[in-house]
């Protein structure tokens, strides 16, 4: 068997030049390492996105929320507001809960506790107008 070096004469020459400057087509690096604290189906569970919140501390550049803030727990509001208040729009997505909260899961069958909960929490949050326009507003389907 013989071992061709692909730096030998012998070596097989591409047709083409090869761009091996692939570098340029990558996004930058960023000037430290990028933690993310990732984040999903809080579902109005404010005790527990706060403890994690405080493990967490110290350890991540940005959050990454993947959906369901509302629905099943009793703090809708409160897990709204941080959505609202601590994340830019390109750092989360609506779930099936927050889209379900406006009515927004036609066809959609719930369960019954999972329909009960969806009602309380919309009147909770209708009670704060400014948090309510902006779920109206911000969680669409193309956000999904």
Known sequence: MTFISPFSADAVQPTKPID?????????????????????????????????LHQAQGRYDTIWFLGDVVGYGPYPVECATFVKEH????????????LGVLDRMEGFQWSGGAQYTLEEHRKSLSAVPDLWVWMQQTM???RC
């Open 20 to 52: 091996l400057d692939v570098a340029a087509l990558l996004p930058a690096r960023p000037a430290l390492p990028q933690h993310i604290l990732l984040l999903s189906d809080i579902h109005a569970n404010w005790p527990a996105l706060e403890a994690v």
């Open 87 to 98: 994340l830019a729009p390109e750092q989360w997505r609506a779930g099936n809960h927050d």
């Open 140 to 142: 669409t389907r193309t």
